[in-house]
């Protein structure tokens, strides 16, 4: 089984930044004209220009073919949110089964070193954090081609066209949590309604209610 998770808006204190020329933590945000003034740092897209022709999104992967070698102090994907959920899916399921569905770098591996970022899905969201639907972004997929294996979604309806999208060439069958009174749109995946009362971040609750048998795919 293969589970796939949204990411958070709260980010580990202690996780490192992708550095500009001069020094300066480049925080990742979705439009970073309309981003607050600062001194401390400067504001990119993840797809926008950083050295020479390349961008900050192959710059990152090719930062993370050498693992080992992390001077920006950059976290794993599952520990640099700071909900404990991904790390207890990690536990269970093993780092190489364990997905993150981000609003800046698309589907990523819970390995994969991962700078601090500010863009999210969520309406409630500084305008200049929000990923909009025309926006254009070169999202990574790290989904494995030949797997037929289960595919299980913990997200919010924000995230869920963004993860039929990435994965709709997964060969196994995607299984979506939802808890909504009425089904939302995923075309080719089979729907399953979590019953709860809570609006906000839901998906940790099924998550947990995944990982303690209460619920089964």
């Not at 924000?158 to 997964?170: M, V």
């Given at each position: 089984m293969k589970i796939v998770i949204q990411c958070a808006a709260k980010k580990h204190p202690d996780a490192g930044y992708m550095m500009a020329k001069d020094g300066k933590c480049i925080v990742f945000v979705a439009d970073p004209e309309n981003a607050p003034a600062s001194d401390e740092f400067r504001f990119a897209r993840p797809d926008d220009i950083a050295v020479g022709e390349k961008t900050w999104r192959e710059l990152l992967l090719e930062y993370n073919q050498q693992p080992d070698n992390n001077p920006l102090h950059l976290f794993p994907a599952y520990q640099l949110y700071m909900n404990g959920t991904y790390g207890a899916l990690v536990n269970a399921y093993g780092r190489g089964n364990i997905y993150i569905l981000s609003a800046g770098w698309g589907l990523i591996g819970a390995e994969f070193l991962t700078p601090k970022y500010d863009i999210t899905f969520s309406p409630s969201a500084d305008l200049y954090k929000r990923?909009?639907?025309r926006d254009?972004?070169?999202?990574?997929?790290?989904l494995p081609k030949?797997?037929?294996?289960?595919l299980v979604f913990f997200g919010g309806k924000?995230?869920?066209?963004?993860?039929?999208?990435?994965?709709?060439?997964?060969r196994g069958k995607r299984i979506v949590f939802y808890n909504s009174n009425t089904e939302p749109k995923a075309e080719g995946c089979n729907l399953i309604r979590f019953e709860t009362t809570t609006r906000t971040n839901w998906h940790y609750g099924c998550a947990k209610a995944f990982l303690k048998g209460d619920i089964k795919a």
């Open positions: 990923r909009k639907k254009q972004y070169n999202d990574y997929c790290m030949d797997c037929d294996e289960e924000g995230y869920l066209p963004l993860f039929c999208e990435l994965s709709k060439d997964y």
